[in-house]
């Protein structure tokens, strides 16, 4: 009986430092992280914050989105926008019959959140932006989620967001 509940101890500890092990990997980032938020982040030399979030919100818009949140105290603006979208693959008259009759294929959202903060010197600005797609079905049920990591779309999004924050500082 004693060696019974030995071994049971024994397997609830094992069980234990399993599951201590997966929530430590799930808290854990992975190597790939590093180069995601290099592509997500750009460092502005101004002091001018204020200026990078409205110059930020005024992109978002020109490409647009709608702004959904906006607070310059605490550095963020969100915005969003909605597209149809087809299942992969669907030709030009699959499109037309999923339209008309609510096949397969929905509405995807497209969501921009930025966050901006003084750098450690305070002599510029770091501005982060991360773009999340959201797939819904015809029958709104959300289907799927994922952070876009396509670097082509943030090197476009900083490119823009630099001549709008040389526009905005030389008032033209």
């Known amino acids: 009986m004693r060696a019974l509940r030995i071994a049971l101890l024994f397997l609830l500890g094992a069980c234990h430092m399993h599951d201590l092990r997966e929530e430590t990997a799930a808290l854990s980032l992975g190597p790939e992280s590093m180069a995601q938020r290099q592509m997500q982040i750009r460092r502005f030399d101004t002091r001018d914050e204020a200026g990078i979030l409205s110059a930020t919100a005024a992109l978002l818009q020109d490409l647009g989105f709608t702004i959904e949140e906006s607070a310059a105290r605490n550095g963020f603006v969100v915005g969003s926008k909605d597209r149809e979208t087809a299942a992969p693959g669907q030709s ?45 079905s015809k029958q709104n049920q959300m289907p799927s989620l994922e952070t876009i990591g396509e670097p082509l779309i943030y090197q476009r999004f900083f490119d823009r967001l630099s001549q709008a ?8």
């Not at 037309?96 to 929905?106: D, K, N, R, S």
């Not at 750098?119 to 773009?131: P, Y």
Request: overall charge positive; aromatic content about 8%.
């Open 92 to 136: 030009a008259d699959q499109k037309l019959l999923a339209a008309l009759f609510g096949m397969p294929g929905g509405v995807q959202t497209i969501r921009a959140s930025i966050v901006t903060k003084p750098s450690a010197n305070a002599a510029a600005v770091v501005v982060r932006v991360t773009f999340q797609r959201v797939v819904w």
């Open 165 to 172: 924050v040389f526009l905005e500082a030389h008032q033209i």
